[in-house]
């Protein structure tokens, strides 16, 4: 009933179809006409607010490019970056482990997953630089011995602490990444006479990149965060750099935008970067190279409207 | 002529569930054999232990002068470490139901996979040589295709190319065209003779009846994990003795 009602307003009897072409008149799309000016007021608003709040732009120009703030983001790359690497490196390794056919070698990778995704970063960047009360020597016998003061600095600490908790990670992403491959790409590799290795090199891990990739561009993003935590340990990077400025100058806020300012500088770099890293893995894919992560933030997400863009383009 | 694959009393079970129960066979150099008979009486699995992707529970298998994943040692069988079994399993070419083609490889970076990284020839010169059996199997324009953007005709045909590539001593095709389109079909078929006619070693599990009638040597029908009937195909498929043969082939000819 209510269905032939509804129809019923639009209801056009056969014999109307005496034209072959008609004028097609859009539909005027009034509330998000509305939407939009009201994002754009309150965004107005929120603009006007900062610039004549109690903040004083100028000195967040002057710290913007301040040697210790600059040297401090350095520092946050250089940790960001290695912590990275440690990551996927122990990442990988422990995945292949998790998925070896040696139970113990199983049961290690389970342990380590188990307690340092177990455990808050903070506590283990603390526990890293800590690390000398229970080991107050470091000795290699016969080759090297050191305080180890000496060798777990605060930058080796963040180091250590960063990247062995983005391993643990890793190692599920991987994990999941290279379970994802069809078992056919084995056995076609052991037709061919490959060893273990060099299917997982050449055939595995490339396609369990496609799956990686995305979540590994997330982390790299979410690490260049978390490296602020490194802060607490005292070790020089941005924020640490930012605080011991504000400190004696009080401009709290000011520095505290400097250093928003540079993470998302760094984290739209790494957006960026990650689109041209996923197209690469995705070759041989269907569909490829239509696959996006990284978007302006203006293009429209939705499938329709894209749709209708690009058979208007 | 000289037999090239042996397989004496072959059994193979997967739990408590016998799937092969004592497989015999000879294969002469260049000889075609197909193996036909229905679902589940384990022709691929017989395949599989042939290049040694599973592990016998009895029997041999032997190939042109070895036995397949172990070392005889006495009257023991030792099994290989896995850079042997690689050596075996390398000169024993296999195509897959499925294609398993490596996805994110070109055509030709496929079929040259095996050659560069196995046998660590020289890139060109594998290049030059892929290329070559991708024109033999109509492929020639090709080359740089990924296997998305192939037809699963041509992926089996490249799927072909790339286990010859390897120069494998005998040829093994787990149903080749049963995931194809019908119309997709002959143009397989007619790699797979063409290959037959240069005297390949070949052993084909198929459904396709009037290829095995035209092409193959002989033909082998096995149905519960065993050969029940095996010889030239005019005589198998004519007057079969065994009654589960005769039903199936009443069931696959009609
Ligand atoms: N990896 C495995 N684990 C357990 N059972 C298996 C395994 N592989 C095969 N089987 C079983 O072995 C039997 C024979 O399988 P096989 O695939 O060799 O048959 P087939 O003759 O090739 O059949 P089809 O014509 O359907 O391909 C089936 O009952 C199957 O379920
Ligand atoms: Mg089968």
Redesign the pocket.
Request: proline residues 4%; negative net charge; glycine residues 24%.
């Given at each position: 009933m209510i269905l032939q009602r509804a129809s019923g307003a639009v209801r056009v009897d056969v014999g109307a179809l005496n034209q072959r072409s008609y004028r097609i008149v859009r539909l005027k799309h009034v509330g998000r006409w509305i939407g939009a000016l009201v994002v754009v007021v309150a965004l107005a608003l929120l603009v006007q607010a900062f610039a004549h709040g109690q903040i004083h732009w100028a000195t967040v120009g002057e710290f913007l490019t301040a040697g210790v703030i600059v040297r401090g983001f350095g520092n946050t790359l250089l940790i960001s970056f290695f912590a990275m690497i440690i990551g996927v490196s122990l990442g990988t390794l422990f995945a292949i482990m998790r998925l070896s056919a040696n139970p113990v070698t199983r049961f290690v990778a389970w342990l380590y997953v188990w307690v340092f995704r177990g455990t808050p970063v903070m506590l283990q960047l603390l526990i890293w630089f800590n690390i000398a009360l229970v080991f107050p020597r470091l000795v290699i016998p016969g080759l090297y011995e050191a305080r180890m003061v000496d060798v777990v600095t605060p930058f080796v600490a963040a180091l250590l602490g960063l990247g062995i908790n983005e391993g643990a990670y890793m190692t599920e992403v991987v994990r999941g990444g290279i379970s994802s491959v069809d078992h056919g790409q084995t056995e076609a590799a052991k037709t061919l006479g490959m060893s273990r290795f060099q299917t997982l090199r050449r055939i595995i891990l490339p396609q369990a990149m496609r799956l990686i990739i995305p979540v590994m561009g997330n982390s790299a993003i979410g690490m260049l965060k978390f490296s602020s935590l490194a802060a607490a340990i005292s070790m020089g990077e941005m924020l640490n750099a930012a605080q011991q400025i504000y400190f004696i100058n009080g401009a709290v806020i000011e520095l505290l935008f400097v250093c928003g300012i540079w993470y998302l500088a760094g984290t739209t770099v790494l957006s960026i970067v990650q689109y041209y890293i996923e197209q690469h893995f995705g070759r041989g894919v269907a569909g490829t190279p239509a696959k996006f992560s990284f978007r302006l933030p203006f293009r429209s997400n939705t499938p329709l409207s894209g749709g209708v863009e690009e058979s208007k383009a | 002529m000289t037999t090239i694959v042996k397989a004496i009393n072959v059994r193979k079970s997967?739990?408590a569930?016998q799937?092969l129960r004592g497989v015999d066979f000879e294969v002469e150099n260049g000889e075609v054999l197909c193996i036909l008979?229905?679902?589940?009486?384990?022709?691929?699995?017989?395949?599989?232990c042939i290049n040694h992707l599973?592990d016998l529970n009895d029997g041999v298998i032997w190939v042109d002068g070895e036995i397949i994943g172990y070392e005889l040692k006495g009257s023991t069988l030792h099994e290989l470490p896995p850079r042997l079994l690689r050596m075996q399993q390398r000169e024993i070419g296999m195509v897959f139901?499925h294609f398993n083609l490596f996805p994110h490889m070109t055509a030709l970076e496929n079929v040259i996979e095996g050659p560069v990284t196995v046998r660590k020839e020289p890139k060109a010169q594998a290049e030059a040589r892929g290329r070559e059996l991708l024109t033999s199997v109509g492929l020639a324009d090709h080359c740089g295709a990924y296997p998305v953007q192939l037809s699963g005709g041509q992926k089996q045909r490249v799927a072909i190319a790339r286990s010859l590539a390897m120069k494998p001593k005998i040829m093994l095709f787990?149903?080749p065209t049963?995931a194809l389109d019908p119309e997709l079909v002959g143009e397989v078929l007619d790699v797979m003779r063409a290959l037959a006619a240069t005297g390949t070693t070949m052993i084909v599990?198929t459904?396709e009846i009037a290829f095995a009638r035209d092409v193959a040597d002989r033909v082998a029908i096995?149905v519960d994990?065993e050969i029940r009937e095996m010889g030239p195909p005019a005589e198998v498929l004519a007057n079969p003795k065994d009654a589960r043969v005769r039903s199936f082939l009443s069931r696959v000819l009609s």
């Open positions: - | 997967f739990g569930h799937v008979g229905p679902s589940g009486g384990g022709k691929s699995t017989l395949l599989r599973e139901q787990d149903e049963s599990v459904h096995m994990g």
